[in-house]
């Protein structure tokens, strides 16, 4: 159905979270839809070195920890000498990978949405060339995502597994025996945790003197506890500012944050976690006369458009937490907005996941951002160690926190460390998305033993009446 002067009605560039979901809406809307990617799968950095090889390493590496550490024969379960096999480990990684990228390839065929293999770079706001070819588009989106921050002064060699990024964490063939981690983010505790468990000493050096930024400051200050008491060093308020390597050792130059004396750590390992960035060089925006903003990203309206009619974008490449469920989000709602539906997305309901053991999840505003927005704020939080299932299942560690508007009752935002935190914050979304009290949330009926229980007593915490502490 496209407009006879184009190939197609949508061209979408990137196949990650944002572009793949935005291709298939767009088909299943009626659109002759291309999705143009230069990878040799589909699925960009989420399917591909992101989320799911993490997830499939955190997941090995949980297993094996808590094989070896007592966990399981605290429980009765006798296993013998636990070992780890990194290769096998590795292949399971590399065998999810292939399933869920070759799945998308399949609903790309199933939806009918051409992949054009290559690289895209504009020619005209209505076309782009991809391996010597020209297609044009009665719309594009761009959905480019983002890579790596390089560190100046600390070069990456992913090959030589010395001194790596996540993509080249992801695919160590040994546990390193001491692994330092720049970055105390979100890749940096998560591929931190996972090494940590397998057997290497991790250390983290993180610039500012807290954990994860954006996080609440009570969840950041646990976090911190928690980590130190699972054996990770953590060097805050300290910067690198240089690195060399010899054979396999790496050496690092530190200094505190403020400046100071610098001194040496080795390493047989060194990942480099300090963040992305969008993905926006060579595609050609100057030909089309799109610019980027202070921080390299696309800007768009609420619709996903940019300031070049027929050009939209989405993801890791325009404002907002680089994460795959809200490039996921936007994908949905830029093709219904190019299919002249109405696609919205409330990016002040995206919640937040870190997939450590226990995992870190917030959404919302933290209890620093709602008061700088004016909130005077009513905050109940209420322990893990006081939860049935949690204390049953030996999970202790963390906590539940709401806070919520202190004259309306209307929640804010909730925080939570705790074994399922991942799973638990959903309710507390969607709680959110339909402008819920915490009294909303403390009458709701819970099942019993759950984890989830424990929301229900912070948001009955925020009127002063928890039952189990
Ligand atoms: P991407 O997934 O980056 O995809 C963009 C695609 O566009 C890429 O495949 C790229 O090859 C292609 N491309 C770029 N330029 C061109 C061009 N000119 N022509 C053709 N193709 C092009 N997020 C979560 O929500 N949960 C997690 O657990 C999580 N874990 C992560 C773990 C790691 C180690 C990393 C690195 C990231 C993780 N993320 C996670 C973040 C998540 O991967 C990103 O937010 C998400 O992939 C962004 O989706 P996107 O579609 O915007 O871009
Ligand atoms: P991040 O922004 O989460 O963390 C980077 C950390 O590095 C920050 O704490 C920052 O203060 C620190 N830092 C910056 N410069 C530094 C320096 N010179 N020395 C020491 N520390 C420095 O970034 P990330 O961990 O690289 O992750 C990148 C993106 O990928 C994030 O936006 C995240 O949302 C996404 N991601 C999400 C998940 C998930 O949802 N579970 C998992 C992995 C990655």
Redesign the pocket.
């Known amino acids: 159905m496209s407009e006879a002067s184009h190939d197609y009605d949508v061209l979408i560039i990137g196949s990650g979270p944002g572009g793949y979901v935005a291709a298939i809406r767009a088909a299943q809307l009626g659109l002759k839809t291309a999705c143009v990617e230069s990878r040799e799968t589909l699925g960009g ?1 989420c399917l591909n070195v ?2 799911i090889p ?1 997830k499939a390493l955190l997941h090995g590496s949980e297993l094996f920890e808590e094989a070896h550490d007592g966990t399981l024969a605290k429980f009765g379960v006798r296993t013998g000498k636990v070992t780890i096999d990194v290769s096998t480990l590795q292949g399971e990684k590399a065998s999810a990978v292939k399933e869920l990228t070759g799945g998308i390839e399949f609903l790309f065929k199933k939806n009918k949405v051409d992949w054009l293999k290559g690289r895209a770079t504009f020619v005209d706001s209505h076309t782009v060339e991809v391996a010597g070819k020209t297609h044009t588009a009665r719309d594009i989106v761009i959905a480019t995502g ?1 890579s ?2 390089p ?1 100046p002064g600390v070069e990456v060699d992913n090959a030589k597994g010395v001194i790596v990024d ?1 993509t080249g964490a992801l695919e160590l063939d040994r546990v390193p025996e001491h692994l330092v981690v ?10 931190g945790s996972v090494w940590r468990r397998l057997g290497a000493k991790v250390t983290v ?4 003197d ?5 996080m609440d400051g009570d969840v950041r200050k646990e976090a911190a506890k928690i980590f130190k008491k699972q054996g990770m060093e953590l060097r805050l308020a ?3 500012t240089k690195a060399s390597q010899r054979g396999k050792t790496a050496t690092l130059t530190l200094e505190p ?1 403020a400046g100071g004396k610098a001194e040496t750590l080795k390493a047989d390992c060194v990942l ?5 960035r969008p993905n926006t060089e060579d595609l050609g925006l100057e030909k089309i006369g799109l610019e980027l903003n202070k921080r390299g990203q696309i800007e768009t309206d609420h619709a996903f458009r940019t300031k070049i009619d027929g050009i939209w974008a989405v993801g ?1 490449v325009v404002p907002g ?4 469920h809200k490039a996921e989000d936007e994908g949905l709602a830029v093709a219904e907005n190019i299919a002249g539906s109405t696609g919205i997305v409330n990016h002040a309901v995206i919640p ?4 450590t053991m226990p995992e870190i999840a917030g959404v919302g505003l933290t209890e620093d951002a709602a008061k700088e927005a004016g909130h005077t704020v009513k905050c109940g939080k209420f322990p893990m160690m006081a939860n049935s299932r949690a204390k049953t299942n030996r999970e202790g560690d963390g906590f539940v926190k709401v806070i919520a508007d202190a004259a309306t009752d209307r929640v804010l935002g909730v925080w939570m460390i705790a074994s399922v935190a ?1 799973t638990m914050i959903a309710q507390a979304a969607q709680a959110m998305e339909f402008g819920a009290s915490s009294e909303d949330i403390a009458l709701t009926c819970h099942a019993h033993p759950t984890h989830s229980e424990a929301l229900k007593e912070a948001a009955m915490a925020v009127t002063g009446k928890p039952i189990h502490i």
């Open positions: 950095t992101g989320c993490s983002s790596v921050t560190l996540s720049i970055g105390g983010g979100v890749i940096g505790l998560e591929l050096v993180e610039f500012l807290q954990l994860l930024p954006g300290t910067k690198v944050a480099v976690a300090i963040g992305r890791d937490p680089m994460l795959a937040g996941v870190v997939y991942g």
